[in-house]
C-alpha cells in the first residue's frame, strides 16, 4: 500500500521587505557598480566566461 504526504505550511508566507530607495541614490549606486564591473575587468581580476557567467579571480 502506497502513502501519498501531504506538507501543509502552518505559517503563511511573508514577502521580502523593501524600503523604497531614493531614486537619485540608487542611480548612483548603480553608477559605482558599473565603474567597479569594468575596473576589474581591466585589472583582470574579472573573467566573462559567456553570457551571464563571470569568474572572480582572487
Known amino acids: 500500500m502506497k502513502y501519498r504526504i501531504i506538507w501543509i505550511r ?3 508566507k511573508r514577502e ?3 524600503r523604497l530607495k531614493n531614486p537619485e541614490k ?3 549606486l548603480i553608477i559605482i557598480d558599473y565603474t567597479k564591473f569594468r575596473r576589474y575587468i581591466q ?3 574579472l573573467e566573462i566566461i559567456g553570457d ?3 569568474r ?3
Open 26 to 28: 540608487e542611480k548612483i
Open 52 to 54: 551571464r557567467r563571470y
Open 16 to 18: 521580502a521587505k523593501r
Open 10 to 12: 502552518c505559517y503563511p
Open 43 to 45: 585589472e583582470g581580476k
Open 56 to 58: 572572480l579571480k582572487i
